[in-house]
């Protein structure tokens, strides 16, 4: 239950609306949290509605007028509780360790050409962190809120490394391999 727990950050960081906290969510909380906009509206409904967030008062009421979002004490307390609390790490579930299990049975085909197309995709992603951590990151800006968000970063940075390195072993491994054999062969 963590989408509610991301929004509150958003919003502690920076009141927004709806169509701005999509825009955040895309742009920066998205690389580690996705949301749909739908997702976070119907979230931003749930909490205002459990006294969490508010909106804020309109400057001049208007129809159809977005409606900007703060966060009240008793989320801000949600907020410290969720973050302190232990939590177990989550096993990892990705398609295609799954994908390269079942070639195992019935054959590699296709498989490289996908295994370069992640590769190419997890090489974008980290060439798009690494420009973050230069461009927002500098070796002065070491306050503890920037530290804590560079951590965050790090951790994307350091996944597609692994990512990337992983992938190209594959890629040299996968014609070695043998063509399946045994139960589950044609």
Do not use: C, N
């Not at 070796?139 to 970063?153: M, N, T």
């Amino acid at each position: 239950m963590s989408l509610p727990h991301a929004i509150l950050t958003a919003l502690l960081e920076k009141p927004s609306s709806g169509l701005e906290l999509t825009r955040r969510f895309d742009r920066s909380i998205g690389y580690f949290w996705s949301a749909t906009h739908q997702q976070i509206y119907r979230e931003l409904g749930k909490l205002e509605a459990g006294g969490l967030i508010r909106a804020l008062p309109a400057e001049q009421p208007a129809r159809g007028q977005k409606k900007a979002y703060e966060v009240l004490p008793a989320g801000r307390a949600e907020l410290a509780r969720w973050t302190a609390a232990a939590q177990d790490p989550k096993p990892l579930r990705d398609t295609m360790l799954l994908r390269l299990r079942a070639a195992a049975v019935v054959g590699t085909e296709g498989l490289r050409a996908d295994l370069g197309r992640h590769l190419r995709l997890h090489e974008e992603q980290l060439a798009e962190y690494e420009e973050i951590e230069r461009r927002d990151f500098p070796p002065e800006k070491d306050g503890a809120e920037d530290r804590l968000r560079h951590l965050v970063l790090r951790a994307g940075i350091d996944l597609e490394t692994f990512w990337t390195r992983w992938l190209r072993h594959a890629l040299t491994e996968l014609p070695d391999l043998p063509g399946p054999s045994g139960p589950g062969r044609g």
